[in-house]
Structures are given as structure tokens and as C-alpha cells.
């Protein structure tokens, strides 16, 4: 009995019915490698011709992703163009804008299709853009998704001056139509800006004014609440509400006698062209480095400033970073009898402030969203969105519910299980980083969390002490060198493997890695041939095994003795 494939029965061929097919095949084939070969004859000899035409759009014809073929065409025709009038080269690109209509009912996602037609336009002495807008329609009525189209229909709006008010009316027609038109909903948050940019002079860039916002978030609500399970509306919604880009400042900056470095730390990961110290009224030449080798982009850049500049505890110091990118300084002072200095000007992670209005208006989406979870109560778009919502408006007063939703979308969505971890630990540092900046602590302590992964260690610049201990770590990341004044860092009964963050932290004295999964050689009776990682400068970790410590070889100049402790799985 045939089987239903795609709402058609799929019939069984016999062997003569398959042969016949496969000579058809290759008598095909033959033709058209014929063909092939004689084009690029006729090219390599540079034969522009109406043969090479009509050759050209024999094979185009069967298959219209041969860009060769493609640029053979456009060679041709702009040779052609030269021996004739302007009425007759309007002719010629007409039928050529024929020709590929017929050949993107072949493949209406070809690329060379696409781009050949935008390339005839540009030739044709008087293009035709109502007809190329009509084009566009009919394929998008296709295939909503066809982003080739898409593409390429951009262009005819701006070649034909049709304006933004007109194509967001385009959009409310499909996605009236459909809902699930993800091409439609993305266009309009790429005009709605445009059409109502929100009025405040400094406001981020691609905000529209609260007004539209709402008649957005009524619609949003319309799609989502009639197909909950759809994820274009949700995607749309998710915009909506976090429209604003961070702005990229500098957050913090770490001063020390000891060590006579600087330590600046950005809001986002920056280029260390542009940043220059300035030290009591002299701008000093100094080399900025990135914590880690790896990173040619960092949220954080150090610099050694000479030698003796700042060591004498009885001098006071002012020193004024300057970002001459963003135009902008940070000041901050070095007081006698203190050995270190650190001015933190913006918790990055943190919450922004909310306004009433947007605040009361958040808070009615999330009462919508509530509802919705009522009726759906394992929808995975629902519970995120929730989740982000919660963390919006006071991300420590709904950490309980925030947790309890992350373990409702593990179950109802196995197969992100790892992304929803991810997330989950990415929200749990931020809070304890709330935490730690309201009680003004160097220690910071993420144990018995459940974190897969690690993120912000760019705003722990100042943290003396962690403890990641009885989490589901995998690695240490290159990250994790921009906690240059870690002294202390337990990671207990984690899943490590790699240690690679452990680069230059010239302050690191002890570290704790019992029950992890560093790799062991049993050939060898120690972990690695090689030294491990690098602790301090010049100072070497070399992972010999004695009584569940690591030592460490002293470089010539005398540091505090590094411990390690570690103890295998296996």
C-alpha cells in the first residue's frame, strides 16, 4: 500500500520505469554539457553575439544558479548596448527582465536570478518600478519568506520612492493575513522607528514613541494569543521590549601602588585605540594589553604605568582616562596611605532605572503574559518572555519565580535544556552581582548554583575572593583573566577540564579544584608534560601531584607561595 508523503501518495516505480528515467537523465545531462562547453568556448574567443544570448538562456533556462553564465549575459548585453538606440536597449532589457521571470519560476530563491534583475534595472533607460513592485508581490503571496524578495523588493522601494507609511500598510496585510510571517514582522521594526521615532533628542537609536508602543503590544497580543505556539509574534514582542542598545561607557577603573597598573573596565567589549592615561596633569606613553591574549576586542585594558610613578604611599595622585572614540574621561584620585584606588561609575548587568509609565506599562504586559500562561501553562515562548519581564522590573524579588520557571521550560523543552542553563546561571550572576554592589563586598560567592557557564567577570575587576565551588562547570574561560586582584579562587566539585582563564593573575595565591576532570597521564604520573598555566609573571605551575597541593617554581624575585588543591575524579 503506498504511503501518504507531503498529502500525496508516493507510487512505486518499476525497474523499466527507472531506466527509462535514468537515460532521460543523461540524455539531458549530455545536452547540456554540450552547451556549457560551447558558451565557454564562444567567451574565452570574446564572441558577443546574439548566439551567445540565445546559448546562454538555453542553459539558464533549466538551471538559473550559473553565475558564469550570469556574467556572461551581462557582458554580452553591455556590448549589444553599444551598437544599438536608446528605444532599441529598452527593448533589449525588457526582454531580458522576461527572461528572468521565467527562469525564477524555476527557482525562485536563485541568487544570480535576484541579482541579474537588479543589475538590468539599473541599465534599462526608463525602469519600469510599479511592475518590479507588482513582481515582488506575487512572489512573496508564494512564498511569505522568500527573502531574496525580500531583498530585492527593498531595493525597488527606494528606487521608486514609495514611502515608509506605505510598506508598514504592507506589512499589516500580511501579517493580517498570517501571522507566522517573520519577514513581515522584522520589515516593521525596521520602519516603525522611521515613522515614530520616540521625540527625546538623546534617546538610543531604533526606539519608537510610547504611543505606537502600545498599538504594538495590542498587536503582538493578537498573534500570540490566537497561535501561541508560533514564534514570529514572540520573536516581535521580544524587541519591543528591549529596543534600547547598551551604551558603551567606561564602568570601571582599578588603580594599584603594588602592582603600579591601571585597570579600565567598558560596558561593552571596546578597542584600545583611543585610551590614553593622564597622571597628575602629564599624559603618560603607556601600552595597553588585554587581560587575555585571545581577546583583540575586551570590556577590559590594563596598562603598567613607569616605574616609581605612583609606589611612594605618601603621594597623592589624580589620574583622568581619556576615550577619545566616544569623547568622553573618567577622573579618579590615588590618596596618601592607600594602596589601591577603584571608582566604579555604572553597574553594567544591573537593572535599569524604569520610569512610572514604563514601569506600570511593563507591569501590564507581564499580567497579560500571566494570563496567557494560564491558559498555556507549559508554552516555552510564554515562559521566557515572562522570565525577562521579571527580570526587567525587579530581578531579586522574582528570583524564586524566575528559578521555578527556568525548571518548567527544561521539562516542557528537553532539547535547549543547555541554553535555558546557560541563561538561568548568566541571571543568577547578575544578581549576586546586584547583591555584592549593594552591600560593597570583595568577595563574591556563586556555590551550589547549578552554573554551566560564566559571564560578567569583567565587572569583578575588584574581587578579591570566589567561590564557584559544587556547580556544573565545565571550563575556567579566557574570561576569566580580568580578575586581576583575584587572590583567592575555590572551584570544588565541578566538571573542569580546562583551565585556560588562569592567565597572568598577578595576585592568585591559593586555588581550590578538588573533584573535577582535569585530565590525567597515568604514563607520566602527573597531569601535564608541560607547566599548566601561568600564576604570576615569570611564575611558572608546574601540576605535581604531592598530598593534593599544587606547588609552584619561584621566578628570581620572591612572591607568596601559589596552593593548589586538587583531587581527580577517577
Same mark, same amino acid.
Given at each position: ?11 512505486? +516505480? ?19 554539457? +554540450? ?11 570574446? @564572441? ?87 513582481? *515582488? ?73 510610547? @504611543? ?5 503590544? @495590542? ?12 514564534? +514570529? ?121 524604569? +520610569? ?23 508554552? =516555552?515562548? *510564554? ?16 528570583? =524564586? @519565580? ?21 541563561? *538561568? ?146
Amino acid at each position: 500500500m503506498p504511503f501518504p508523503l507531503h498529502g500525496r501518495l508516493k507510487i512505486k +516505480s518499476t525497474a523499466q520505469q527507472e531506466e527509462e528515467k535514468r537515460k532521460e537523465r543523461e540524455k539531458k545531462l549530455k545536452a547540456f554539457v +554540450s552547451a556549457r562547453d560551447a558558451v565557454l568556448k564562444k567567451r574565452s574567443a570574446g @564572441e558577443h553575439d546574439e548566439e551567445a544570448l540565445q546559448l546562454t538562456q538555453q542553459l539558464l533556462s533549466s538551471n538559473p544558479d550559473f553565475a558564469t553564465l550570469w556574467n556572461y549575459r551581462r557582458e554580452v548585453l553591455l556590448h549589444l548596448e553599444t551598437l544599438r538606440e536608446k528605444d532599441e536597449v529598452q527593448k533589449l532589457y525588457e526582454s531580458e527582465l522576461h527572461f528572468i521571470e521565467a527562469c525564477l519560476k524555476v527557482n525562485p530563491k536563485s541568487y544570480g536570478c535576484w541579482h541579474h534583475r537588479s543589475w538590468v534595472n539599473t541599465r534599462l533607460p526608463q525602469p519600469d518600478w510599479t511592475r518590479e513592485l507588482g513582481l *515582488c508581490d506575487r512572489c512573496l503571496s508564494l512564498d511569505e519568506r522568500n527573502f531574496h524578495c525580500w531583498d530585492y523588493r527593498r531595493v525597488v522601494v527606494k528606487e521608486s520612492g514609495v514611502s515608509a507609511e506605505q510598506e508598514l500598510q504592507f506589512t499589516d496585510r500580511l501579517i493580517g493575513s498570517n501571522f507566522s510571517n517573520y519577514s513581515s514582522w522584522h520589515y516593521r521594526s525596521t520602519l516603525l522607528p522611521q515613522l515614530h521615532p520616540q521625540p527625546v533628542p538623546d534617546s538610543a537609536p531604533n526606539t519608537i514613541c510610547e @504611543e505606537q508602543l502600545l498599538k504594538e503590544y @495590542e498587536l503582538a497580543h493578537n498573534a500570540f494569543f490566537t497561535d501561541p505556539n508560533d514564534q +514570529s509574534a514572540w520573536f516581535y514582542y521580544r524587541w519591543l521590549l528591549g529596543r534600547a542598545e547598551r551604551e558603551e561607557m567606561i564602568s570601571c577603573v582599578y588603580v594599584s601602588r603594588e602592582g603600579q597598573r591601571v585597570s579600565v573596565a567598558f560596558s561593552k567589549p571596546v578597542h584600545s585605540e583611543g585610551l590614553m592615561l593622564v597622571l597628575d596633569g602629564q599624559p603618560q606613553q603607556v601600552e595597553w594589553r588585554s587581560a587575555h591574549p585571545r581577546f583583540r576586542h575586551s570590556p577590559v585594558w590594563l596598562c603598567d604605568l613607569p616605574p616609581g610613578s605612583i609606589s611612594d604611599i605618601s603621594n597623592e595622585h589624580n589620574l583622568t582616562i581619556h576615550w577619545t572614540e566616544k569623547h568622553t574621561h573618567r577622573d579618579c584620585a590615588l590618596y596618601t596611605e592607600c594602596e589601591v584606588c577603584v571608582f566604579v561609575f555604572v553597574c553594567v548587568c544591573g537593572r535599569s532605572e524604569l +520610569s512610572v509609565e514604563k514601569s506600570s506599562v511593563l507591569q501590564a504586559e507581564l499580567q497579560s503574559c500571566n494570563q496567557l500562561l494560564d491558559l498555556e501553562p507549559q508554552n =516555552k515562548w *510564554c515562559l521566557l518572555t515572562i522570565i525577562l519581564l521579571m527580570r526587567a522590573l525587579d530581578p531579586l524579588g522574582h528570583e =524564586k @519565580e524566575t528559578l521555578a520557571h527556568f525548571q518548567t521550560l527544561k521539562e516542557v523543552d528537553p532539547m535547549r535544556s543547555s541554553y535555558y542553563s546557560d541563561l *538561568c546561571s548568566k541571571f543568577l550572576i547578575e544578581n549576586t552581582i546586584l547583591k555584592m554592589e549593594y552591600a560593597e563586598v570583595r568577595v563574591f560567592s556563586l556555590s551550589n548554583k547549578n552554573l554551566t557557564t560564566l559571564c560578567h567577570l569583567d565587572q569583578l575587576l575588584f574581587v578579591t575572593h570566589i567561590n564557584l565551588s559544587s556547580n556544573q562547570l565545565l571550563r575556567l574561560p579566557p574570561q576569566f583573566a580580568m580578575l586581576q586582584c583575584l587572590e583567592v579562587l575555590e572551584a570544588d566539585d565541578n566538571a573542569i577540564e580546562s583551565l585556560e582563564g588562569l592567565y597572568h593573575l598577578p595576585k592568585l595565591e591559593e586555588v581550590s579544584l578538588r573533584n573535577n576532570r582535569i585530565l590525567f597521564s597515568k604514563k607520566s604520573k602527573c597531569f601535564y608534560k608541560k607547566p599548566l598555566f601561568w600564576c604570576q609573571s615569570q611564575c611558572l605551575i608546574w601540576p605535581c601531584f604531592k598530598d593534593s597541593v599544587f606547588f609552584i617554581n619561584k621566578p628570581i624575585q620572591t612572591y607568596s607561595r601559589a596552593k593548589f588543591c586538587y583531587s581527580p575524579l577517577f
